[in-house]
């Protein structure tokens, strides 16, 4: 592993875009990195490491805002970790609830395409439904929640 980095190399190390680094950096996420006389940006081992948090937490689905706080937390060792165990059974609800529409998104579509036996469009179920519930006409509870 090499001890510095230009944003482009850092960028293929992580599979982060530059843009977006310089974003972090903007919103206090990274740490400023050195520069080099002509001004070029020059990144370490901990900038690395620190983007590679991150993405990590991006990946796992994170808001910014726990992001935020999760970085704060991380730089901080000697803390209680109380408040990580809350954001990360908080990010748990969430992708639980997010499990729960998806289940019933996949549902309402099974509905339709079983519905569905071909033919002309005319007569498509799934077209039919599409169009109710386009002018409000459908009385599906399911979408009266998303509604």
Do not use: N
């Not at 482009?8 to 050195?34: F, S």
């Not at 590679?52 to 704060?72: M, P, Q, T, V, Y």
């Not at 809350?86 to 969430?94: D, G, H, R």
Request: glycine share 10%.
């Amino acid at each position: 592993m090499t001890d510095s980095y230009s944003i482009g190399d850092l960028a293929r190390a992580t599979g982060v875009k530059p843009t977006t680094i310089r974003w972090y950096e903007q919103e206090g996420w990274m740490p400023p990195p050195a520069r080099t006389e002509g001004g070029h940006r020059v990144y370490g081992v901990a900038h690395l490491r620190r983007l590679g948090f991150i993405r990590h937490a991006r990946e796992l689905g994170f808001e910014s805002e726990a992001i935020r706080a999760l970085l704060d937390l991380a730089d901080h060792p000697e803390a209680d970790c109380g408040a990580a165990h809350t954001l990360a059974t908080a990010q748990i609800s969430e992708i639980d609830a997010r499990l729960r529409r998806l289940s019933a998104l996949r549902a309402e579509l099974q509905r339709m395409a079983t519905s569905c036996e071909g033919g002309v469009v005319g007569d498509c179920r799934i077209i039919e439904t599409l169009a109710d519930f386009a002018h409000g006409h459908c009385a599906d509870p399911i979408h009266r929640e998303r509604g």
